[in-house]
C-alpha cells in the first residue's frame, strides 16, 4: 500500500513565524503536490514537483515556497506565516503523468494565531 | 485555463436511496476525469476514474457517465449506505500537467 505521511496532524503558530510542513512518500514516486483545502473552495494546487530539485508554481503559490530535496520527502515553507493560512494542508504523491492517481496524506489543521 | 463546477455542494439522502453528483467543464482537451472520497478525518483517496474514449464505468454501486459533448461528468452511487456520508471531489486533467479539482459535494446518508 501507498503510504503518504504528514509530520503534523495539527499545528498551532504565531503570526509571522517561519512554518514547515513535511511529507513523505514511501513509493518512490516521482511526483509530489501540496493542496490547501478550505470549506466551500476545495482543493486549490500550491506547489507540486516532479523530480528531485525541481518545482512549479500551481493556483495559489504566494506566500509559500517549497524544498525537494530527496525523492521521498517535499516540504511546505511558510516564510512568515499569516492569519489567512490557517488551512488544511494536503500533501499528494503520484508516479508518472496527470493520469495517475494521487495518494493523499490525512493532512495538516494549521491554524495561524 | 481548466475550471471545472461541481453541483450540488451538499446531498442528503435516505440509505438506500441513489444520489448523482455533477461536474461541468469547459476545456475541451481535458480527457481524464477521477473522483476522489474524503472521509472524515483522512485525505482523499481516488475512486474511481474515466478516460474521454469511454462513456460509462461501473465499479459495484458506483458509476461515473462522460458527455464529452456537453462537457460534463457525473459520478452516481446507488443503494446508498451511511459509509458512503464523505465529501465527493470531481476533478480533471489532460489540458494541462496537473489535475483540477472540483468545490466538492458533502453526500450524507440518513439511516
Known amino acids: 500500500d501507498v503510504k503518504v505521511t504528514q509530520s503534523s496532524r495539527y499545528l498551532v503558530k504565531r503570526t509571522g513565524e517561519k512554518v514547515f510542513l513535511e511529507c513523505v512518500q514511501d513509493?518512490?514516486?516521482?511526483?509530489m503536490f501540496w493542496y490547501r483545502q478550505d470549506p466551500g473552495l476545495g482543493l486549490r494546487l500550491i506547489y507540486f514537483?516532479?523530480?528531485?530539485?525541481?518545482?512549479e508554481k500551481g493556483d495559489i503559490p504566494e506566500g509559500y515556497s517549497v524544498s525537494r530535496e530527496k525523492k521521498e520527502r517535499f516540504s511546505l515553507i511558510l516564510e512568515s506565516a499569516s492569519t489567512n493560512q490557517t488551512s488544511m494542508y494536503l500533501c499528494a504523491s503520484s508516479s508518472g503523468g496527470v493520469r495517475e492517481t494521487q495518494y493523499f496524506g490525512p493532512g495538516t489543521r494549521l491554524l495561524v494565531l | 485555463g481548466e475550471n471545472v463546477e461541481q453541483h450540488p455542494s451538499t446531498l442528503s439522502v435516505q440509505e438506500g436511496d441513489s444520489a448523482v453528483i455533477k461536474c461541468t467543464y469547459s476545456?475541451?482537451?481535458?480527457?481524464?476525469f477521477p473522483w476522489y472520497k474524503q472521509e472524515l478525518g483522512k485525505g482523499p483517496q481516488l475512486i474511481i476514474d474515466i478516460r474521454s474514449n469511454v462513456g460509462e464505468k461501473k465499479d459495484q454501486r458506483i458509476a461515473v457517465t462522460l458527455n464529452k459533448t456537453a462537457k460534463h461528468f457525473s459520478l452516481h452511487i446507488t443503494e446508498t449506505q451511511p459509509e458512503d456520508s464523505a465529501v465527493y471531489f470531481c476533478a480533471l486533467g489532460g489540458g494541462s500537467e496537473k489535475l483540477v479539482f472540483g468545490k466538492g459535494t458533502k453526500l450524507t446518508v440518513n439511516p
Open positions: 476545456d475541451s482537451a481535458s480527457n481524464y
Open positions: 513509493m518512490d514516486h516521482e511526483n
Open positions: 514537483s516532479y523530480d528531485v530539485k525541481m518545482k
